[in-house]
């Protein structure tokens, strides 16, 4: 069936840049999107690309994805302690959304 | 403008009791999903609603579980009678339409005993 992988754990130091990493085996998925979800708060979408782009960029945030290896990847640079949260990696078609585990994310000092 | 809004923030009942949970979409959003994180597990989909039609209940797990729409506005799931297994955060989703991204709320942690 459909699946969303991402590694649980990631722990960074700040100011260094945070690479979360994700793979998913529906190639039919249209969007592939990234949530973060901080402590008590809803899984707010941080930013999402099409299956047809290689690359987006918003401010610290980098999505690269790999369309032949279905893999995905968000870049956060400069890592902030306010950046400390669960990112869920998720994939999207028609009216379904699957969602990963999601990696918590660790600030070093 | 408002978030998904959901009710209550946290429920504790008994086996076999009934609960009730609710979530109230951001306005004009004619689609609204259910989905469901049990512990340490992914947050699987439940089901789908377009205004108050259930577009896809797929994900329903059993017949104990039933979700309305009243109006097209909120949206109810009722677990009736809930068990230990149906633990865990129920999240709430609204989107305009398919080409955006997905709105959730808080959740509704829900804890059977």
């Keep these: 069936g459909e699946d969303v992988e991402q590694s649980l754990f990631l722990s960074v130091r700040e100011g260094d840049s945070s690479v979360i990493n994700c793979t998913y085996t529906d190639s039919s998925s249209t969007y592939l999107y990234w949530y973060k979800q901080e402590p008590g708060a809803g899984l707010q979408l941080l930013t999402y690309i099409f299956s047809n782009m290689d690359m987006k960029q918003d401010q610290r945030l980098t999505v690269l994805l790999n369309k032949k290896d279905k893999h995905l990847s968000l870049r956060i640079a400069d890592t902030q302690t306010g950046d400390s949260a669960i990112y869920f990696c998720a994939g999207g078609g028609d009216d379904k959304i699957i969602f990963g585990k999601g990696t918590r994310l660790h600030i070093l000092p | ?113």
């Design chain 2, 1 to 113: 403008e408002a978030g998904v809004t959901q009710f209550p923030s946290h429920s504790v009942i008994e086996k076999g009791q009934t609960v009730t949970l609710r979530c109230d979409p951001i306005s004009g959003h004619d689609n609204l999903y259910w989905y469901r994180r049990v512990m340490g597990k992914e947050i699987k989909f439940l089901l789908h609603f377009v205004k108050e039609s259930k577009q896809d209940e797929s994900g329903m797990p059993n017949n104990r579980f039933l979700a309305e729409r009243t109006g097209g506005t909120y949206s109810t799931l009722k677990v009736q009678p809930a068990e230990l297994e149906d633990s865990g955060v129920y999240f709430c989703a609204s989107s305009p339409d398919r080409n955006y991204g997905y709105t959730f709320g808080s959740g509704t942690r829900l804890t059977v005993v």
